[in-house]
């Protein structure tokens, strides 16, 4: 029923290439910057990934999308409008759940669904019928007694019981369980098949895997890689485990090749992805009898972008020694950025 | 003794997270019971004038219901405790209900007591340092009061009964409200249920001292009355405060062991699956969240103007001849001496009222900080509509709750004396002050647009309305202070005349602060 409620809609947005286009946004709170220079770029029918750890401007950024934040600089448009100005006519044509799903606790959690749903002008009965059987939410529960995960299925079931063309969320699966996040994610390849946009914040990157098709990566207030998971990976290393016949020798020379270990037959590293072809040609000539290569994951992708961060603490954690030895992330730090400026 | 353990830190956090709000109870209570205190000392200055007020009172049953016994009214203290002593025992019960409600079933409801509870400390700690620091503030607000008193000259011994009858009073509270607590998991309904208490206690004693004085020993507020300060200086029933406190203290202590953190024993109804009609749109929405406010409010005021209605014939005996008391009435504007009065009450009404204007109007800004507007505003609802949504409430409702009060004065007085065209007269009355409390609503909105964070300062224009109706007179503030406060400008009805031209322009005057309000919010940053 909403498939085909949504269709005109969408239809009606084809025009649109792009759902969202931000350039250069700027937002500060006092002498706090929020954002400084934000970019982000969201096709119309895809899932967005949008990445980034607590307090890197995510929800900053999807406020100014809903026209709640007024924006200090940059040019935004969201479904071919100003998010500012044009907020409820915009607002007829989005879903939103927030990071943080507050509700009135008097209210039970059918009547906040309803209450959303009427006031966005769209709510199917029958589909939001079906949605609170499928998160398994008691709706005549007060809003009190809900846990989080509870109060995010609340705001789920309100969005996707909508037919709107494109949904915002904003880390809207933290605090559901495993067999909640599996419903959630049909629910969203559902959603991409009726050719609706989602631009999905998160920090879970198993679920940004799994659903999207491109994303960004934001990081204080500004974003550091964006674009397919198949470019981004196109950056990163994979890592190689392989046994072969003979000891293998003169691994290190090869450009692109980090972290090799030894262990007679055995050789682990890690390789760019632009240098695995000269690499397994290298290895060709030892005599290969298993190779098991691991592709970079959202993980790593993470890890590269935060790794200094994550080396200051692991720094201040070991009892504040200098930088200089937490020698491997903090090297790799630049070395993957000067690597990242050579690739694009 | 371990399931104390952390009493003294969780103990000095309250103390650091509410000290304000625990000076401003202390505050205001001393500040209210000093300045009506030294007022019946200025008004009463001679034996004879003393003696003409307690014949004033002597068999007046309304009188006696609304202030308290007929004890030793013919001495400064007795007069004095007349006075305060009621009004003063009722504050510090509901200081102690609304202190040990948001110390401890408020924490549980929110969530922050299990936080507490996961760490090393005791099942009992969170309660007892409530009741510490709630028998802390009994204790102060009983000290400051023995210290006015011997201030104005009275026995000491009186002074010193007095402010203990307050502290055990405190502690008696306490206890409700502990056992309260425990019963449901709403805070609100906790204290509404606590508040009940204290009603009940106030009426209870209100008819025993009316009658021969039995039903009085049914009630707390009866039993700190019965230490009869000025008038006999009684110590025992003082025991039967402590005893019921300490039992209800243990009775609390004991519930709590027997439920689960978060739980009460009232389990909560299940709400609607599906939201009614008028919850679709965002007036509907705002009516929802608000009518549970509206409806006490408008209780609470049909009462107040019920009690006050209920004496308004007698007004003629209770002044008696006393000359002070009589020119204060006829300052307040006035042919007859009734009229007066109640154009006096209806005064008081309005300003209490104008609580409910301000109130209302926060809830724009209680709904953005809760992150309740946050997805509101994120539907295809503008700014404006939401605003206007709960605007409405606020200016509608000042409407309704002081025609309540209205309606309660007037349905009383009016069958008092046989004469039911009183209800609409005192409805009349009461809502020429409407514009009065719009002016507050306009203000509140004007803080919520230009500075939402300082929202809050709206109370203390409403605090200052307060401050120059009931003091101003007396302490022949300034014109430009007396003008300040929209009341001043309102026709004191029945008495006086009314005159169109201030209403409008206070009217005008709101409109014009909510309407900039209105502007400063469609330009600000929204929901945090």
Redesign the interface.
């Known amino acids: 029923m909403s498939t085909t409620s949504a269709r005109p809609t969408t239809a009606s947005n084809r025009g649109h290439a792009t759902a969202i286009s931000i350039a250069g946004l700027v937002k500060t709170f006092g002498r706090v910057r929020a954002l400084d220079g934000l970019d982000m770029t969201v096709a119309t029918g895809e899932v967005h990934g949008f990445l980034g750890p607590n307090g890197s401007g995510k929800t900053t950024t999807i406020?100014v999308l809903?026209?709640?934040?007024?924006a200090d600089a940059g040019r935004i448009e969201l479904l071919g409008g100003d998010p500012w100005r044009d907020?409820?006519?915009l607002?007829?044509r989005?879903a939103?759940v927030?990071g943080?799903?507050?509700?009135?606790p008097?209210?039970?959690?059918?009547?906040?669904?309803?209450?959303?749903g009427?006031?966005?002008?769209d709510l199917d009965?029958v589909r939001r019928d079906e949605l609170l059987e499928r998160f398994e939410l008691d709706?005549?529960?007060?809003a009190?007694?809900y846990s989080k995960g509870n109060r995010q299925k609340v705001?789920l079931v309100a969005a996707l019981a909508s037919s709107a063309e494109l949904l915002?969320l904003d880390e809207p699966t933290s605090g559901l369980d495993p067999l909640m996040e599996t419903v959630f994610q049909d629910c969203i390849r559902e959603v991409k098949a009726q050719g609706r946009t989602v631009l999905l914040s998160s920090h879970i990157l198993a679920e940004v895997e799994a659903l999207c098709d491109r994303v960004d990566i934001i990081r204080n207030g500004r974003t550091v890689e964006s674009g397919t998971l198949s470019e981004m990976r196109h950056l990163t290393r994979t890592s190689i485990d392989v046994h072969t016949e003979r000891p293998v020798a003169g691994l290190e020379r090869l450009s692109g090749v980090h972290d090799v270990r030894l262990e007679n037959t055995r050789a682990r590293f890690d390789v760019d992805t632009d240098s695995l072809d000269g690499a397994v040609r290298h290895l060709t000539s030892f005599g290969i009898r298993t190779l098991t290569s691991q592709p970079p994951t959202l993980e790593e992708l993470f890890l590269r972008h935060y790794g200094d961060v994550l080396a200051e603490e692991r720094r201040l954690a070991d009892g504040g020694r200098p930088a200089d030895g937490g020698g491997p992330a903090d090297a790799r730090g630049p070395a993957a950025g000067s690597g990242d400026g050579g690739g694009a | 003794m371990i399931e104390l353990t952390g009493t003294g830190t969780l103990t000095r956090f309250i103390l650091r997270r509410d000290r304000l709000r625990i000076l401003v109870w202390i505050g205001s209570i001393f500040l209210l019971e000093y300045m009506s205190a030294a007022s019946t000392k200025g008004i009463y200055h001679t034996q004879a004038d003393l003696d003409k007020a307690a014949a004033a009172v002597h068999g007046n049953a309304a009188a006696i219901a609304l202030n308290g016994p007929d004890q030793a009214l013919d001495t400064m203290g007795g007069q004095i405790v007349f006075q305060i002593g009621t009004f003063g025992l009722v504050l510090v019960a509901l200081m102690a209900i609304f202190m040990i409600g948001r110390e401890t079933r408020l924490e549980e409801?929110t969530g922050r007591a299990e936080f507490i509870r996961a760490m090393a400390v005791g099942r009992h700690a969170s309660a007892a340092a409530a009741l510490i620091v709630v028998s802390g503030m009994s204790a102060a607000v009983g000290a400051l009061e023995t210290l006015s008193l011997l201030s104005l000259d009275v026995p000491a011994e009186g002074s010193v009964l007095f402010g203990v009858s307050s502290f055990v009073l405190g502690l008696v509270f306490a206890g409700v409200a502990l056992v309260a607590a425990q019963l449901t998991?709403?805070t609100r309904v906790a204290l509404g249920g606590a508040g009940a208490v204290v009603g009940a206690a106030y009426v209870l004693r209100a008819a025993g001292d009316i009658g021969d004085g039995n039903l009085t020993w049914l009630s707390p507020i009866g039993w700190a009355q019965k230490t009869r300060p000025f008038a006999g200086d009684r110590w025992w029933p003082l025991i039967i405060s402590a005893v019921a406190a300490a039992a209800l203290i243990a009775a609390g202590a004991v519930l709590s062991t027997r439920r689960d953190v978060d739980a009460g024993f009232v389990r909560?109804r299940?709400?609607?699956?599906?939201?009614?009609p008028s919850?679709?749109?965002?007036l509907g929405?705002a009516v929802?969240?608000q009518r549970?406010a509206l409806i006490w409010w408008s209780i609470a005021m049909f009462l107040t103007g019920a009690a006050y209605g209920w004496i308004a014939n007698d007004v003629e005996d209770f002044v008696g001849d006393n000359e002070a008391m009589q020119e204060v009435m006829n300052r307040l504007g006035g042919a007859s001496l009734v009229d007066s009065y109640l154009s006096m009450v209806m005064f008081m009404v309005a300003l209490v009222a104008a609580g409910f204007a301000v109130q209302s109007t926060l809830r724009l800004r209680g709904e953005e900080s809760?992150?309740?507007a946050?997805?509101?505003?994120?539907?295809?609802?503008?700014?404006g509509r939401w605003i206007v949504s709960h605007l409405t409430i606020a200016l509608a409702g000042s409407v309704i709750v002081l025609a309540a009060g209205g309606l309660g004065c007037g349905l009383v007085y009016g069958i008092t004396i046989g004469d039911l065209g009183q209800v609409p007269r005192m409805i009349g009355v009461a809502l020429a002050y409407a514009p009065a409390l719009w002016l507050l609503a306009g203000i509140a909105m004007l803080l919520f647009g230009a500075v939402p964070r300082g929202a809050a300062i709206a109370w203390g224009a409403f605090a200052a309305c307060f401050v120059i109706g009931l003091l101003g007179e007396i302490f022949e503030f300034p014109g430009w202070v007396l003008d300040a406060s929209p009341f001043q400008h309102i026709p004191q009805l029945p008495g006086a005349s009314l005159t169109i031209v201030p209403l409008a322009v206070l009217t005008a005057a709101s409109a014009a602060l909510a309407g900039a309000g209105l502007l400063a919010f469609h330009?600000?940053?929204?929901?945090?």
């Not at chain 1, 943080?100 to 009135?104: E, F």
């Not at chain 2, 299940?270 to 009614?276: F, L, M, N, S």
Request: aromatic share 4%.
């Open positions: 406020r809903l026209g709640l934040l007024r907020a409820v006519a607002h007829r989005l939103y927030p943080d799903v507050s509700l009135w008097k209210l039970s959690g059918g009547e906040i669904i309803d209450v959303f009427r006031l966005r002008g009965p709706p005549t529960k007060k009190r007694t705001g915002i | 409801e998991e709403n909560p299940p709400g609607r699956r599906v939201a009614a919850l679709g749109r965002p929405l929802r969240l549970a809760a992150l309740h946050e997805p509101v505003l994120a539907t295809p609802v503008s700014r330009r600000r940053d929204a929901g945090y």
